[in-house]
């Protein structure tokens, strides 16, 4: 890996530190070669202050340590992006993030798409929302709808209309996402039993 370090004159460059499970970006440090050479060492993230004007690891003081999972450097060679396992809070305010985020699993829209369902089930009272309305007719009624999905979808995928299979497939997983909530579970949970499963 060849790091340009002289791009800047006080030879630092930015690191981003990613969580390698969530992916979420956790804070933002520099790096000089000292620090990037003691973080290689280490498999510790450490940083170059540019305040006290030292080398500090993350954690040194809190034992909320960054370890080392993968270090990728940019086209331009200055700027990394280090992928880490973050043992407890990251920023030193005690927040998950140095933006003050929750560091949770984020499947983007699927994501969102939990929290209407969330939404809908608890601040509706069944007369306008499809979604509460299952809530309120019970797991049954639910588990019903998943498995009529899963039939549509197993019918269009023996068929070669590839419109139809995709709209069956989203209207099963949306109704799978219904289901997972009744059951007090989100798509973290069987991310988590996915990931259990394959070490």
Request: charged share 25%.
């Amino acid at each position: 890996m060849t790091i340009d370090f002289d791009k800047d004159p006080n030879g630092l460059i930015p690191a981003i530190i990613q969580d390698a499970r969530t992916k979420n970006v956790l804070m933002l440090g520099y790096m000089n070669q000292a620090a990037f050479d003691k973080t290689q060492e280490t498999q510790r993230v450490t940083f170059y202050s540019r305040s006290k004007q030292r080398l500090w690891t993350k954690g040194e003081e809190s034992g909320n340590f960054l370890n080392v999972v993968d270090i990728k450097n940019d086209c331009d060679g200055d700027t990394l992006l280090i992928s880490v396992r973050p043992v407890g809070p990251t920023c030193h305010t005690g927040t998950d993030t140095c933006w003050g985020e929750e560091n949770s699993p984020n499947f983007a829209f699927l994501s969102q798409l939990e929290g209407i369902i969330k939404q809908r089930r608890t601040t509706d009272d069944g007369s306008s929302s499809y979604v509460a309305s299952l809530f309120e007719k019970g797991i049954n009624k639910i588990a019903q709808k998943v498995g009529e999905e899963a039939i549509e979808t197993v019918i269009e995928a023996k068929d070669d209309n590839d419109e139809l299979f995709l709209y069956e497939s989203a209207d099963l997983l949306f109704h799978y996402l219904i289901l997972l909530q009744a059951k007090g579970f989100t798509l973290a949970d069987i991310e988590a039993e996915l990931r259990n499963r394959n070490k």
